[in-house]
C-alpha cells in the first residue's frame, strides 16, 4: 500500500487521484469460517493506519473516508457556488444527491423537482 501511495506522490503529473475499492465475502458459502472472514477483514481503517505507518502521511482519524462520501463534500460545494458556477458536482456513486428545499441545479432546477419559473 505504502510503496502505491509513494509512487503516485512521485509522479503528480501523471496521478492525480487514488482509489482503493474494497473486497468483501457475500453470500452464503459454508467453507469460509468467521475466523477466516474476521482474519481476512481489511478495512478502510486498517487501511488509513497501514498508510500512516507505511508512508507517514494523513491522520486516520482525520484523513480518510470512503469515496462515495465526495458527494457529501461536492454537494455542500455545488450549494455554496450557486448555480452560476463553471462547474459542477463529481459525484461517486448510484444515488441522485438530493438538493435542499428551495436550491437550484445548474438547470434552474429547484431541489423538489420543479423548474424556476420567473413570476
Not at 41 to 48: D, G, K, P
Amino acid at each position: 500500500m505504502g510503496n502505491i501511495i509513494q509512487f503516485a506522490l512521485d509522479n503528480p503529473k501523471k496521478i492525480s487521484f487514488l482509489s482503493f475499492q474494497p473486497v468483501s465475502f457475500t453470500g452464503r458459502d459454508e467453507d469460509i469460517t468467521d475466523e477466516r472472514r474476521f482474519a481476512q477483514r481489511y478495512t478502510l481503517s486498517h487501511m488509513a493506519h497501514d498508510i500512516k505507518k507505511q508512508v507517514g502521511i494523513g491522520e486516520p482519524e482525520r484523513d480518510w473516508f470512503p469515496i462515495s462520501f465526495m458527494s457529501t463534500f461536492s454537494g455542500r460545494a455545488d450549494l455554496i457556488h450557486g448555480p452560476a458556477a463553471e462547474w459542477g458536482q463529481l459525484s461517486c456513486g448510484c444515488h441522485q444527491l438530493r438538493h435542499r428545499h428551495g436550491a437550484h441545479d445548474r438547470q434552474g432546477n429547484q431541489g423538489d423537482g420543479t423548474r424556476n419559473r420567473p413570476s
